[in-house]
């Protein structure tokens, strides 16, 4: 019995009908090309009904692997969703406030145009009032040399 059981695993255990089950291949789906022991009577109605996947605990481990990968994936997916969405929102975000810079500058330059322009008007008007105040100066200096000359004449004619 000893020597059966080291053995079992290449000639499978024996089943109920104190036979070793063969080793056969699935071939349905889900479990297409998975091996398993199967009670070698299986066809006939007295058989044992003895069924037994080949390394059960692999399956389970890849089928586990398996169930994380998608959900992993899916969790991908969700993220690069996400991601294209903040993308799309920092682009936005990103036209936006270009468009207030060139709004900033526009108003920027419009101020530096009107302040330029008052500064020049007021610069020329300054330049009036002194051109008008030298005139004034020299038409009154003309009038006192004018005064200054008669007085000198009246004052030769006496
Ligand atoms: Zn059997």
Redesign the pocket.
Known sequence: MSSTSTNSRFQGPC???G?P?PLRSSNQDPNRGRRFFG???YKQPT????FLWLDPERDMEKELIQAENQVLKREVQALTKKNEKLRKKYKEAEAKVSGYHKIFFGVLVVFLVLWLATTSNSSSEQQQRLTAAASNNRSEQQQQRATTAASNSEQQQQ
């Open positions: 089943c109920g009908c036979v089950a009670c070698i009577n058989a044992c009904g003895f």
